[in-house]
């Protein structure tokens, strides 16, 4: 009966959503602003990723000659751009949305906005590599393929971070592999610039007051949503991760003193909640690449920021114990275990990894690794992207 009333609501919405895509043609007395450009990362959640980068560089290259729009669910975000004008409330992104000649965004454009063809679409996407599945290739229900088809269709350009990545998110969010362009990510960039890695390192240092003295490992585990077994859910949601032993490993690995950083998704927040007063809640920092220039070593599952801070070629260690239950449930595009970051399944897995790196043989993997999903990493991303899509 559940299933069936899910099922009910699901197709409400959508159809509820079908007439209000065409309703919103209203927008279209509007002409589009060829000098304006929209920007969004996560629905308006951060002001990062991507989308940040592509501003920063616009605005500190062409100044006052475009108009810059921010969406964002959260008023005080106002204050992280004062350069730009920030789309707050429901009227004002919609009208944002379609009548923005540029929309940059690292998530899906809403599917019932009817964009208009002389609009041009970025997808930058947030994540690089070719690791967990996403779009067509999570078992999605009809309704969300159709969906992810029709935001598909209005996409002019979708940045890619590597040959594998156009490989396998092409048939993924059914975009053709024309539409991809091969200029690197634009938050990659500051890994190719040592003097703006430090400046990054000293924000976050300076931010939660850390002794300079001190070294940084970084915790981030990737979103699972809903597990469909409750002891993957539980274990997962209060913590098998023992901080205390792995900084006592760390520590006699690496040397010197370390600091502990958990940095949680921004889809959950529920392991934060139960985090033990050593460690430093990193969860709502808004800027990822921030934190992994701060980072001596990192420690994820699953999450594409493997690939990102492979680009610093610093230690790297995979702690995932719901590591089966994760491959029934979504996969992986690539076989995980051929990953060159060391996979742990236990405590006592990632104990020995830690304890056992070799950095000589790990650097060597990692560079495999780049060259084997044929990286476009690069220090002129943003100045690609713009020379790909006509921003000049």
């Not at 304006?36 to 959640?45: C, D, L, N, P, Y």
């Not at 205390?244 to 927040?269: A, N, P, Q």
Request: a positive charge; one cysteine or more; proline letters at 5%.
């Amino acid at each position: 009966m559940r299933n069936l009333f899910d099922v009910i609501i699901r197709y409400y919405r959508f159809i509820t959503k079908r007439i209000i895509r065409v309703l919103l043609r209203v927008f279209y007395i509007f002409p589009v602003d060829e000098k304006k450009i929209v920007f969004s990362t996560f629905g308006g959640k951060r002001y990062s990723c991507n989308p940040k980068y592509l501003y920063c560089y616009i605005k500190e290259k062409f100044g006052d000659k475009y108009k810059y729009i921010w969406i964002f669910q959260n008023p005080k975000k106002r204050e992280l751009v004062p350069g730009a004008v920030c789309a707050i409330n429901k009227l004002t992104k919609l009208y944002a949305f379609l009548t923005s000649k540029y929309i940059i965004s690292n998530n899906d454009v809403f599917w019932f906005l009817p964009l208009r063809k002389s609009q041009i679409v970025v997808q930058t996407w947030h994540g690089g590599g070719a690791y967990k599945k996403v779009g067509s290739f999570e078992n999605w229900n009809r309704v969300f393929l159709y969906c992810q088809k029709k935001v598909a269709e209005d996409i002019s350009y979708y940045i890619s971070s590597s040959q594998k990545f156009t490989e396998v998110q092409s048939p993924s969010k059914f975009v053709p592999k024309e539409k991809f362009i091969n200029t690197g990510m634009p938050r990659n960039e500051v890994f190719f610039y040592p003097d703006r890695m430090t400046e990054f390192k000293k924000r976050v240092v300076d931010f939660y007051n850390i002794p300079t003295d001190k070294k940084i490992v970084l915790y981030a585990p990737t979103f699972r949503g809903e597990p469909r077994v409750k002891v993957v859910k539980e274990k997962l949601q209060y913590g098998s991760f023992n901080y205390k032993k792995t900084i006592e490993d760390i520590t006699k690995r690496f040397g010197g003193e370390w600091v502990l950083l958990y940095r949680g998704h921004h889809l959950d927040s529920s392991v934060s909640r139960a985090l033990p007063d050593t460690v430093i809640n990193a969860s709502k920092y808004e800027d990822m690449q921030e934190l992994l220039c701060a980072s001596d070593v990192l420690i994820t599952d699953f999450s594409s920021t493997m690939w990102d801070f492979a680009l610093t070629k610093r230690p790297c260690f995979l702690y995932a114990p719901d590591l089966q239950q994760y491959i029934a449930d979504r996969g992986f595009y690539t076989d995980p275990f051929t990953w060159p970051f060391p996979m742990a399944q236990s405590d006592i897995e990632l104990s020995a990894n830690i304890k056992g790196f070799d950095p000589a043989a790990y650097e060597k993997a990692v560079e495999k690794h780049l060259s084997d999903f044929g990286s476009y990493e690069n220090k002129d991303a943003c100045q690609k992207v713009l020379d790909a899509i006509g921003i000049c």
